[in-house]
């Protein structure tokens, strides 16, 4: 059996009294995709925004890819993460955002460039190259010198995935990345994740409330409630026959909008 890629060992996350992660334990495998659904606050985007070390564990521990993430190893003792592990861990994930977070004063090509160009010391020209291979599969070559100003919610998170995609990561995280656009949007966004699905090995976790594209696109489905795992299957199993009620009223909720 392959090594998890992630593994989250009794994770727990409060912000002030409240807890929102408690003592999370759960691997994912290398190449998996990974749907977490649930009501919301229920701390799946804190498991997101955690990989992406924007919040620290209260308690336990993440593995990313062999190394810790957010300690180290000095001798034998395991000692808290410095700037430079975590800039390292960092350069394996990359994330897309609910609100694209795109610059507004840099073209659509320039947003692409400037993470590899400063952060993988890759040259101006192998970026740019990078940029228009990911712009013309995504179907927006012909946006490369627009500014995020000029393009509809469904290109601007196109051009969010892309940003993304462009260093390289081992892993992709995405974060409702549909519920800010206009349903007839939807789909152009979800067809880019297909893409990347079926052309590369990424591992890529999902948090969404688009229950019929989790269903046909994860290997696999988490159910969260107050920061616990109440299921974790296939899609096939959670989503035609849950076990937990907590499950099968969310999901009768969901599926009947």
Do not use: W
């Amino acid at each position: 059996m392959a090594e998890p890629i992630i593994r989250l060992d009794a994770v727990t996350k409060r912000f002030g009294t409240l807890t929102v992660l408690d003592e999370l334990t759960f691997d994912v495998k290398p190449g998996e995709k990974l749907a977490l659904i649930g009501p919301s606050g229920s701390g799946k985007t804190t498991i997101l925004r955690m990989l992406m070390t924007l919040e620290n564990p209260s308690e336990g521990r993440i593995t990313v890819d062999g190394d810790y993430l957010f300690h180290m190893k000095r001798g034998n003792d395991v000692v808290p993460a410095d700037e430079k592990h975590l800039h390292e861990m960092r350069r394996k994930i990359g994330m897309v955002f609910q609100h694209f977070n795109l610059f507004p004063h840099k073209s659509v090509l320039e947003n692409i460039t400037l993470a590899p160009i400063l952060t993988q010391n890759v040259s101006k020209a192998d970026a740019e190259e990078r940029a228009m291979s990911l712009l013309t599969k995504f179907g927006l070559a012909e946006k490369a010198d627009a500014m995020p100003s000029q393009l509809s919610g469904g290109q601007k998170q196109r051009v969010a995935i892309a940003r993304a995609c462009a260093l390289q990561p081992k892993i992709m995280l995405f974060d409702e990345v549909t519920s800010a656009l206009d349903p007839e949007l939807v789909e152009e966004v979800l067809n880019v994740m297909r893409l990347i699905a079926e052309e590369t090995d990424t591992t890529m976790l999902l948090v969404t409330h688009e229950m019929n594209f989790a269903r046909d696109f994860a290997d696999r489905v988490l159910f969260f409630d107050s920061g616990h795992i109440i299921e974790d299957g296939p899609p096939s199993e959670i989503f035609t026959n849950p076990t937990h009620e907590r499950t099968q009223s969310f999901l009768r909720k969901v599926l009947s909008h």
